[in-house]
């Protein structure tokens, strides 16, 4: 299954770092936080990514035109142009970077990717945020209860968009409220082809119109995550991830990926 990231937005709340890179591209450690959640994703078997840029695209792309290099040690032969790795890489990622505009909201975003996706489900989430998750056990939930969209629900602090449930339908979706039941939209989505009909243009937020016209069909379901997230939105967010990712466990690292 394809999985889609969103890592097109200006980050502008971390503006420390993303005066020059993108906020996919701050580092937790010496690798990109994209880099992390695409190894979440990698280490249950799911590597076939596309990246949906737009903010400093030029950036994204060159981390990965580029990644062999950057991330091992070797020996260019200057007589011919050969290059020897002197490491074994344990990355087999196919990733797909797709230039979906500067200003296009993440609706819009997503809308652009039609032509990769294609007629099938595929995986989605934020090119910001960092998970414990069991993406086999997401995808399980998501094909049992057969309706267009799953998101998993995660219980943060009282910042984010706000969900109700009846059971594990969502009944209510609002933008940053004030919180009732605690939860909120955490991302790691599992979609199915469908809800490209429901994104009309590159103005549009996956979260209000879209989100909201699924909710009132009924076809929104919430896997709920009771164990890690933790998105990077400030600095604040960036100093906690840093400091989790230099202990002994970092808690978004399954131990036996």
Not at 49 to 72: C, P, Q, V, W
Not at 95 to 107: F, H, K, P, W, Y
Not at 242 to 252: C, M, R, V
Request: glycine share 8%; charged share 25%.
């Amino acid at each position: 299954m394809k999985v889609v990231i969103l890592a097109g937005g200006f980050g502008s709340r971390l503006s420390e770092y993303t005066d020059k890179i993108p906020k996919p591209m701050v580092t937790i450690g010496s690798r990109p936080i994209l880099w992390h959640i695409m190894r979440t994703y990698a280490s249950f078997g799911y590597n076939d990514f596309y990246l949906a840029l737009g903010y400093k695209a030029e950036l994204i792309k060159d981390y990965f035109l580029h990644y062999r290099s950057l991330n091992t040690d070797f020996t260019v032969d200057l007589s011919n142009g050969t290059v020897e790795s002197h490491q074994a890489d344990e990355i087999d990622w196919r990733v797909t970077l797709v230039d979906t505009g500067l200003e296009t909201m993440t609706g819009g975003r997503i809308k652009r990717l039609r032509k990769f996706v294609g007629n099938e489900p595929f995986m989605l989430t934020y090119g910001d945020g960092v998970a414990n998750i069991d993406i086999d056990a997401l995808l399980k939930f998501h094909k049992s209860h057969g309706k267009m969209v799953t998101l998993t629900a995660v219980r943060p602090s009282a910042r984010f968009g706000d969900l109700n449930f009846n059971g594990n339908q969502v009944v209510s979706f609002e933008e940053k409220p004030q919180l009732h039941e605690g939860w909120i939209n955490g991302g790691f989505f599992v979609c199915q082809p469908e809800l490209l009909d429901y994104i009309d243009n590159d103005n549009q937020m996956l979260e209000r119109e879209p989100l909201q016209r699924v909710v009132n069909d009924g076809e929104l379901m919430a896997y709920k995550h009771e164990g890690f997230w933790h998105c990077m939105d400030t600095r604040r967010d960036y100093d906690l991830l840093k400091s989790l990712w230099e202990s002994d466990a970092p808690p978004w690292v399954r131990l036996d990926s």
